[in-house]
């Protein structure tokens, strides 16, 4: 018999989504996970779980597939093959709309969908609809209390009359943060939000982020970056990608080693930490 005869496909992982039963608890569960888009093979593979209250960083380098394993997470994309579990949900038999509530997101594609000439505090209370622009939608005052409290948490409740159009990105960021959290969520994603921030801004917003790690009643975190200099502390775990592919995965210490990153980004790395921050550089 050969190899291939004999050796389970990857479809054959894929069970049929209503038979398909997650970790009870397991708030994010991956298992054999694979994305396809034409010959292009996106995510190769992926077996993952996120338990409740922890807080993994999702790193690798471009292209990666970081994007992508978190598109599924926010039930906007579907694996080609294997299953997907969100808050004991399984993908393909649940109704994605009763579920994105409780999944907060923050992306530069969300980012770029929110109305220019939207007020900063319709951007973040719009959350509650889950739509990008207020249009006839009814807000009460706990609502618009809620999204005020959540821009102050982030520290830029001063801008909330603001057009959005008009924050610097630093604020965008922090902006979309506070709306990710808007519906109260019990699973917070995060893709990049600190790319493109000026040193004051990231510091400010990992300081945020770090007190959010630290906050035992915050919803479990998913927080996506390309720099260790990024990783807030107070969180728990990494994954850690390349091509598609999980290179390490586990509790942060173990998993943002000089090994597992040097073979994630290719190249021989020197890796230190200090007092929950780490740094990177070419050896
Ligand atoms: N619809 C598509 N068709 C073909 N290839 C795609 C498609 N969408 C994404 N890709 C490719 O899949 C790979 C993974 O993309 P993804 O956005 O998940 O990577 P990433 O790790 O988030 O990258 P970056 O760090 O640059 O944001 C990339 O090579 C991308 O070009």
Redesign the pocket.
């Known amino acids: 018999m050969t190899e291939s005869a004999s050796a389970p496909t990857r479809a054959a992982h894929t069970v049929p989504a209503r038979d398909y039963v997650a970790a009870e608890d397991a708030v994010l569960e991956y298992s054999h996970v694979t994305?396809r888009?034409?010959t292009?093979?996106?995510?190769d593979d992926v077996s993952w779980t996120v338990r409740e209250g922890e807080r993994w960083i999702i790193m690798?380098?471009?292209?990666?597939?970081?994007?992508?394993?978190?598109?599924i997470a926010a039930t906007r994309l579907y694996p080609t093959e294997g299953n997907v579990a969100i808050l004991n949900e399984v993908l393909g038999a649940v109704n994605v709309f009763d579920l994105r509530p409780l999944i907060g997101l923050s992306s530069?594609l969300l980012a770029d969908q929110v109305p220019f000439q939207e007020t900063v505090l319709d951007a973040v209370v719009t959350a509650g609809w889950g739509v990008t622009g207020r249009w006839n939608e009814e807000y009460d005052s706990m609502d618009l209390d809620r999204a005020l409290n959540l821009l102050r948490r982030w520290g830029v409740s001063g801008l909330a009359e603001r057009r959005y159009g008009s924050l610097s990105s630093g604020e965008r960021k922090r902006v979309l943060a506070a709306r990710a959290m808007m519906t109260d969520p019990e699973l917070l994603l995060l893709?990049?939000p600190a790319a493109g921030l000026d040193l004051a801004g990231r510091e400010t917003l990992i300081r945020s982020l770090a007190q959010l790690a630290a906050d035992e009643v915050a919803p479990t975190q998913i927080l996506?970056t390309?720099h260790v200099e990024e990783v807030p502390p107070g969180f728990t775990h990494a994954l850690l990608?390349r091509d598609?592919a999980v290179v390490a995965a586990g509790p942060l210490g173990e998993t943002l080693t000089e090994e597992h990153l040097s073979e994630a980004f290719r190249l021989p790395l020197k890796v230190t930490e200090q007092d929950g921050r780490y740094t990177a550089v070419a050896r």
Do not use: C, F, I, Y
């Not at 292009?40 to 995510?43: A, I, Q, S």
């Not at 690798?60 to 598109?71: I, Q, Y």
């Open positions: 994305v888009r034409g292009k093979t996106l995510l690798g380098p471009n292209g990666a597939g970081k994007s992508t394993l978190v598109n530069s893709d990049e996506v390309h990608m598609g």
